[in-house]
């Protein structure tokens, strides 16, 4: 299992690295990490790049027609990664606070982790090469109502995951501005 | 199956944003800001200032404190809109926040923080980071309180971070030590601040560092011992540091010996004392050295005669007949160890004189005013049979023997120079046989007729 799943096991290296890099922060300066503050404000913006880079690049290459720059289980694996590590940073940037529009933020990117989740388990329903196309020789060994009711619970999943995605995103690019305008331009 | 466009561009996705944004711009307008809310204000009652007594009572009017940034204004400028008081302190190079601003805009944030909840403090400062050097005192000497744990600002500000009472300084090191604390408020009073600047441990105070270390007794006596009714720093750098100054009290002298005690005490004991006599003008040496200080100095030492006679007086076997310049003869190391050189006199010791004893001439131990003529001590013999009367001695006589004596004058007579003085080689005594009255040819010649021939004295 965690042999055909590398990009969990990096991703969970990747969040104990950075978790000690925030325990050892709190023990020094003895106070959780302020959002505001260099360490805070840098994991915030790492995360958010990350989560970005998650929305943005998987499916950029998923609809590419002429450049094919590695297969898809690469692209999805790297997609994944970051999906991991980027909500876990952005995490650690909320100081613990969950209140207005910061928490909401921070509970859509939570919500859209699951989803992350639950789309790659209904994602290993349906067989694929190595590239992440349907694998035509396995899917026909497989029932069609089995098939059909994966296929059809992937497209759910997408109809949900996206939109999800794209509200966290809005919330986000929301919270971002705020921030700017509260805590950088107002001195 | 591959579309040109992202997932995050699709209708689905567009219309998910669109609504997102509607929700929050209609969340926004209920919730009346909340939103951006990092956390709720300070909701700890004070002084109504700006119509408000806390910070929660602003509610959700975030310009209240965060000025639009195209609107020129900073933070700083809406907290001292309120906060007029601490505008003016800032103002003011003597208070905290002007000793800490130092004349810089230093942004109120930087110290003090909200959204941190109702009852979170307001001021949040690292007491290890805060420069409290620039309030005047120093936190070098306090980095634990009496219980061993660090410092709060509570623990010294017990009324508030910007005023300070100076019993908590008291409080504090009666916990630590009592007595000393009770012992030093006493002598030096109660206004800690007024000696403690906090760089130093002044219970660990080095007073070797200072102008007067402390040695011997010294080390035993309490701080107000010497530095009596000192209130202030000034107070204890401008203590006398003179003998006299503490203990002229304690002077068994009643100061006869002046002031400089160090001249022969020290610090350890009164009774350790040492005079280096040869520091004054009357060196000590043969006897003197170990004679009684009282001996000499009966009534003082200041001023004590330095002449024989003052202390010798009594002791003078001459009776003063020698005059009271003892050291002619004497030395300091025995009064029988004299000498006299008779020669610094007028009367010169010469051939027999020099061996005789001084009693033979200076009788009775007289010997000032002792006659030097001859006769005073040399009766005119028989032999001159009173011829040379009221004539010096010496006309014919020297000092080694009587005998041998030149006849230098004419001799009476008739007999010529070369008769009566050059006879031969006669001497006085061949012809004046019993005194110099009477002569005789006798002894050399058969008759006392000197044409008789009557043989010379060859024969």
Known sequence: ?187 | MNTPRIGCLSPLALVSAFITLLILIAAEIISGNSMFNPGELNAQAGVALGGVTSHSEIGKDCGQCHAPFWSGQTMSDLCQECHADIAQQIGDPTSMHGILSQGASKPCQDCHTEHNGPSASLTVMDPTDFPHDETGFSLFGHQVGADGQPFACSDCHVQGISTFDQQACTNCHRAIDMNFTVTHTHDFGESCLACHDGVDRYGDFDHSQVTFPLTGAHLQVNCSGCHIDALTISDLQNTPTTCEACHIADDAHAGKFGTQCGVCHNPSDWEDATFDHNLADFLLVGKHVDVPCESCHVSGYKGTPKDCYSCHAQDDEHNGAYGTACETCHNPSDWTDATFDHNLTAFTLTGAHVNVKCIDCHVNGIFKGTPQDCAACHADPAFHAGLFAGMACSQCHNTSAWGGASFNLAHPGACGEDVCINHEGATCRDCHTSNLAAATCLKCHDSNNPTDGGGGGDD
């Open chain 1, 1 to 187: 299992m965690l042999r055909n799943s590398k990009e969990l096991v990096f991703a969970f290296l990747a969040c104990i690295l950075i978790a000690a890099s925030y325990a050892a922060v709190v023990f020094y300066t003895n106070q959780i990490p302020a959002a505001s503050e260099l360490y805070g404000h840098t994991i915030g913006i790492i995360g958010f790049l990350l989560m970005l880079a998650t929305e943005t690049l998987y499916s950029l290459r998923k609809r590419s027609k002429k450049a094919r720059w590695g297969p898809m289980a690469k692209w999805l694996q790297l997609h994944i990664f970051t999906g991991i590590v980027g909500p876990f940073m952005v995490l650690l940037h909320t100081s613990w606070k969950f209140n207005g529009l910061a928490g909401v933020t921070t509970l859509l990117t939570v919500i859209i982790v699951i989803s992350g989740f639950i789309g790659r388990y209904i994602y290993t329903r349906i067989p694929r090469t190595a590239d992440g196309i349907e694998d035509t020789g396995l899917v026909g060994q497989m029932q069609a109502g089995a098939l059909a009711n994966a296929r059809r619970l992937m497209s759910l999943w997408h109809t949900v995951h996206i939109p999800l995605g794209i509200a966290l995103f809005t919330a986000a690019f929301v919270h971002i501005i705020g921030a700017l305008y509260y805590a950088t331009l107002l001195k």
